[in-house]
Nanobody
Framework: QVQLVESGGGLVQAGGSLRLSCAASGRTFSNYAMGWFRQAPGKEREFVATISANGARTNYVDSVKARFTISRDNAKNTVYLQMNSLKPEDTAVYYC????????????????????WGQGTQVTVSS
């Protein structure tokens, strides 16, 4: 079992920045690829970014490329999502997720690949 706790959400004006954190506990963090997903009201859960277990590979949805950066610190069992140049359409609940993988380089973009989920943190971007 892996427990995930997100933090860092809040209200920000368009063009601003936030950094989300996700602290993991319970299993060997370096065995898991980590992902960030988001869900806006009335919309389906959407992939945002993922990072491989060894941190060597990342993947992003096109709408956040060049604005968001995912990173991880395996010594601290934490994954981060740095969000810059935020737009109102980034408003959503952001979820951290963990995917137990056999390859340190694998990055998954589909929500059903992920075994464990955090409770979510609200990000609201005002125009």
């Amino acid at each position: 079992q892996v427990q995930l706790v997100e933090s860092g959400g809040g209200l920000v004006q368009a063009g601003g920045s936030l950094r989300l954190s996700c602290a993991a506990s319970g299993r060997t963090f370096s065995n898991y690829a980590m992902g960030w997903f988001r869900q806006a009201p009335g919309k389906e859960r959407e992939f945002v970014a993922t990072i491989s277990a060894n941190g060597a590979r990342t993947n992003y949805v096109d709408s956040v490329k060049a604005r968001f950066t995912i990173s991880r610190d395996n010594a601290k069992n934490t994954v981060y999502l740095q969000m810059n140049s935020l737009k109102p359409e980034d408003t959503a609940v952001y979820y951290c997720a963990a995917d137990q993988v056999s390859s340190g380089y694998y990055t998954g973009t589909r929500y059903w690949e992920y075994n464990y989920w955090g409770q979510g943190t609200q990000v609201t971007v005002s125009s």
